[in-house]
């Protein structure tokens, strides 16, 4: 097992690349450091040929992420600082459109905000029964363009509109109703579903599915291209 940072880890497991956000008992929240080593982690698997697909998962048995630690200390003034996390976390997003080896979500708990959009730019997700997904970033006072970008492809129009607009928790049930669950179970049978699902997609021609999902994705990476944009020129005006 390699430990990139105290919360954060990766072992490759048979051409699987399993990474844990291990910081339980901050909610898994991402540090400036983890979001950085998971970019890393995402490029250079991605170039590696002893890696063949990807699986994320949470620590502990409460939260899968919380997302972006806005309350990480910094020597950094506030403006700075918040800019800087920002940069970091589209740098993040853009290196989940861009990974084109299989990639699963096991999500073991809450995944709210920037820990939704991780969740949702896998290839599949399997979550534990009583999971939940939320966009909580407009009763932060903050436009959730990504979490729009990111949720359309996936459930379509009107959920990721209800989701971002509202900040409402979907349920795993209701997230598997709605497509973008693959499949609910109990906690302790989440992560064992989760590798199976990923080894039949990493059993798949690599070429084709590479093929497939930079068709897929090549949507979302201009869009979250804009939303970066957009939320440079809300930050200029002097918006949170």
């Known amino acids: 097992m390699n430990t990139l940072t105290d919360d954060l880890t990766a072992e490759n497991r048979g051409g699987l690349l399993v990474i844990t956000l291990a910081r339980a008992h901050k909610a898994n929240a991402l540090t400036l450091a983890m979001n950085r080593g998971l970019t890393q982690l995402l490029h250079d698997a991605r170039i590696d040929s002893a890696v063949r697909g990807v699986l994320i998962t949470g620590a502990g048995e409460r939260v899968f992420c919380a997302g972006v630690d806005v309350r990480e200390v910094s020597t950094l003034p506030p403006q700075e600082a918040s800019r800087v996390r920002s940069a970091a976390f589209f740098a993040l997003l853009l290196a989940l459109t861009e990974f084109d080896k299989p990639l699963v979500s096991a999500v073991n708990g809450a995944a709210a905000g ?33 979490g729009l970008v990111v949720l359309e492809p996936v459930v379509g129009a009107a959920l990721a509109y209800d989701l971002v607009q509202t900040a409402r928790k979907l349920g795993a049930d209701e997230a598997e109703r709605r497509g973008l669950v693959r499949a609910v179970l109990p906690r302790e049978a989440v992560f064992a579903q989760a590798e199976a699902l990923a080894r039949e997609l990493m059993a798949k021609n690599a070429r084709a599915f590479a093929a497939g999902k930079a068709w897929m994705r090549g949507p979302v990476r201009a869009g979250l291209e804009r939303a970066e944009a957009a939320m440079i020129k809300w930050r200029s005006e002097g918006n949170a």
């Not at 949702?120 to 997904?133: K, M, N, Q, R, Y």
């Not at 966009?135 to 990504?146: K, N, R, T, V």
Request: proline share 9%; net charge negative.
């Open 114 to 146: 920037g820990g939704f959009m991780i969740a949702a730019l896998a290839d599949t997700i399997v979550a534990a029964a009583g999971a939940h997904f939320s966009l909580p970033e407009i009763d932060l006072g903050s436009p959730p363009l990504a």
